[in-house]
T-cell receptor
Framework: GAVVSQHPSWVICKSGTSVKIECRSLDFQATTMFWYRQFPKQSLMLMAT?????????EQGVEKDKFLINHASLTLSTLTVTSAHPEDSSFYIC?????????????????FGPGTRLTVT | QKEVEQNSGPLSVPEGAIASLNCTYS??????FFWYRQYSGKSPELIMSIYSNGDKEDGRFTAQLNKASQYVSLLIRDSQPSDSATYLC?????????FGAGTTVTVRA
């Protein structure tokens, strides 16, 4: 249980184009999903919190007009990188909070998708 | 500023030994703590969660939490080469996870 998928797993795009990444919780509902970015040899950096049916909350320094997040259902959140540039090349990872884990583990657990490696040329 | 600190590593242990990973956090309000394993080029995988003081065991893994000392640790018993990875300590603040920089563990055969 608690499986999160992401699509695509890798993408190469030209500078100036937009890329959409999908994140799905496959066997649980997730009212809250999170988007992270990870550069080589660095830890995860939270970009934004995605809430089903409402606007995403962005972390300080993350441009909300550049990284568009939509959480239209309890199992799907999307991240669109608009007008991508080479400095946006990174490993983008989503996670979903499993509300059901409160009953089994006593706390809300987050499960990560496999990640999307974005390369902007 | 809320911070999560992990011992810097890298940590090299012989196969079959115990690997000990440490993590401290700065905010006393935190209630939930997690250990994730991340293989190179892959996303993090949840291996342990803990919210009560004391020990929690799951297979070869034991998490230890001491809220008074703001300290959480992970022990890996009978370390295997497949345990070679980076281990991330995460602290839940307002339902958002803050991660430490990670400790890279290498289990040598």
């Amino acid at each position: 249980g608690a499986v999160v998928s992401q699509h695509p797993s890798w993408v190469i795009c030209k500078s100036g184009t937009s890329v959409k990444i999908e994140c799905r919780s496959l066997d649980f509902q997730a009212t809250t999903m999170f988007w992270y970015r990870q550069f080589p040899k660095q830890s995860l950096m939270l970009m934004a919190t995605s809430n089903e049916g409402s606007k995403a909350t962005y972390e300080q320094g993350v441009e909300k007009d550049k990284f568009l997040i939509n959480h239209a259902s309890l199992t799907l959140s999307t991240l669109t990188v608009t007008s991508a540039h080479p400095e946006d090349s990174s490993f983008y990872i989503c996670s979903a909070r499993n509300m059901a884990s409160l009953g089994t583990s006593g706390i809300y657990e987050q499960y990560f998708g496999p990640g999307t490696r974005l390369t902007v040329t | 500023q809320k911070e999560v600190e992990q011992n810097s590593g890298p940590l090299s242990v012989p196969e079959g030994a115990i690997a000990s990973l440490n993590c401290t956090y700065s905010d006393r309000v935190s209630q939930s703590f997690f250990w994730y394993r991340q293989y190179s080029g892959k996303s993090p995988e949840l291996i342990m969660s803990i919210y009560s003081n004391g020990d929690k065991e799951d297979g070869r893994f034991t998490a230890q939490l001491n809220k008074a000392s703001q300290y959480v640790s992970l022990l890996i018993r009978d370390s295997q080469p497949s345990d070679s990875a980076t281990y991330l300590c995460a602290v839940d603040w307002d339902y958002k996870l803050s991660f430490g920089a990670g400790t890279t563990v290498t289990v040598r055969a």
